[in-house]
């Protein structure tokens, strides 16, 4: 069975308080590719950047000085339109999530949101505990910060080998 990771498709990224073109324009890419698995009944999970009110004294927060997903709230959400019932959702507090390693992968596929940050983490973490596991990114479903940290983590995770599809 093939795993998709939808990381991070939230309101907050896509077209709230870190919302960009590039991320709003993946929506259609990411909605098909997520329909294409749940088609071939293939694993789907989603997920979820997810702060506190006490985001801006985090050390993340002294970093990225922009409230955003506080749980609970609308940025924090998945786009509508994205998650289905049967999904499994991780909530992370972090860039990467580690706990992966209470999952069973045979493939695994990443997507999502923001390429150079939540996206290389997962993807760097997960070929780390899985060498022996395919790993491949869709470039066209992710986007960065910039195309051009778009561009340069997909350039870091080609090098890690994880493939670009």
Not at 21 to 37: L, N, P, Q, R, T
Not at 52 to 67: A, F, M, Q, R, S
Not at 92 to 119: A, N, Q, R
Not at 122 to 128: D, E, F, G, Y
Request: glycine share 6%.
């Amino acid at each position: 069975m093939k795993t998709l990771i939808v990381v991070d498709m939230q309101n907050d990224f896509i077209d709230g308080s870190l919302g960009t073109k590039e991320a709003v324009s993946i929506v259609s890419d990411v909605k098909a590719k997520i329909e294409e698995y749940r088609k071939n009944g293939d694993e789907v999970i989603f997920t979820r950047d997810t702060h506190h009110d006490n985001y801006l004294e985090t050390n993340e927060g002294k970093y990225l000085p922009v409230v955003h997903c506080i749980e609970n709230t609308k940025g924090w959400e998945i786009k509508d339109g994205l998650f289905f019932e049967g999904a499994e959702i991780i909530d992370k507090p972090s860039f990467g999530y580690m706990g992966w390693m209470d999952h069973k992968f045979e493939e695994i596929e990443i997507i999502g949101l923001c390429t150079d940050i939540c996206v290389v983490s997962n993807a760097l973490i997960l070929k780390a505990m899985f060498p022996e596991i395919k790993i491949s990114v869709d470039p066209k479903c992710c986007a960065g910060v910039t195309p051009e940290s778009h561009s340069a983590a997909l350039e870091t995770m080609k090098m890690c080998q994880i493939e670009i599809i």
